[in-house]
């Protein structure tokens, strides 16, 4: 079945500066990466999701690029403000329940004013 | 508009009690519906999911089940707690076109449980 892993588990980042969440996934069939963001106390909430079609998605400050050859996608946070601070989950799948969405283990995003 | 809803919010039990946490969805029709639990400082993980009445899959072998009595239920089971079940458990539900899963998942507000 699918595994992803993804990477860092927390970070910090200077408000205002660019941040970066990467992910890794196992299974070649998974054609679904979505993103969501858990801020504390909250549920989970989509916010944005790319398919195997194409390599890069944007919206506004927030844009996912998707390496298929290599099984990574990464979540670009550009311009960070404070509210950006929550838990960030990737997760990976596909069409079917045979390869349904897996989540990966979430990243910590804390913004220093 | 969808809507989903969890009860109870919050739960305190003692090791080897019965629970029973319930999920409701209103305003679709036939959604895929999942159970996840969240350890602290975990990810999310997913225990059951259904693509119709009285169809569940597990992925955890454990001592929770589910159950889906009615199109938009779902329901979460022990017989006997165990205290590694504390954990933040969400229910979600999502469109179900032929039983895909590539489409967003909309999340419940959670039960927070603590077995003690």
């Known amino acids: 079945g699918e595994n992803v892993e993804q990477h860092p588990s927390t970070l910090s980042v200077q408000e205002g500066d660019s941040a970066v969440i990467k992910c890794t996934y196992s299974d070649s069939a998974s054609n679904y990466f979505p993103w969501y963001k858990q801020e504390l106390g909250k549920r989970p909430q989509l916010i944005i999701d790319i398919r195997s079609n194409v390599g890069e998605k944007k919206d506004q400050r927030i844009a996912v690029t998707l390496n298929k050859t290599a099984k990574h996608f990464s979540l670009h946070i550009t311009e960070t403000q404070p509210e950006d601070s929550a838990v960030y989950f990737c997760a990976a799948g596909g069409y079917s329940s045979a390869s349904k969405i897996i989540f990966g283990s979430g990243t910590r995003l804390s913004i220093r004013p | 508009s969808q809507t989903i809803h969890q009860w109870p919010a919050t739960l305190v039990q003692p090791v080897g009690s019965p629970l029973s946490l319930e999920c409701t969805v209103e305003?679709?029709?036939?959604?895929?519906l999942y159970w996840y639990r969240q350890a602290a400082g975990r990810g999310l993980q997913l225990l059951f999911y259904?693509?119709?009445?009285?169809?569940i899959s597990s992925e955890v072998p454990q001592n929770l089940s589910a159950s889906r009595p009615q199109d938009r239920q779902f329901i979460l089971s022990s017989k006997k707690l165990l205290l590694s079940d504390s954990g933040f458990y969400l229910c979600?539900?999502?469109?179900?076109?032929?039983?895909?899963?590539?489409?967003?998942?909309?999340f419940g507000p959670g039960t927070r449980l603590t077995v003690t």
């Open positions: 979600a539900w999502s469109e179900n076109a032929g039983g895909r899963w590539d489409y967003e998942q909309y």
């Open positions: 259904s693509v119709g009445i009285g169809q």
């Open positions: 305003g679709t029709s036939n959604p895929n």
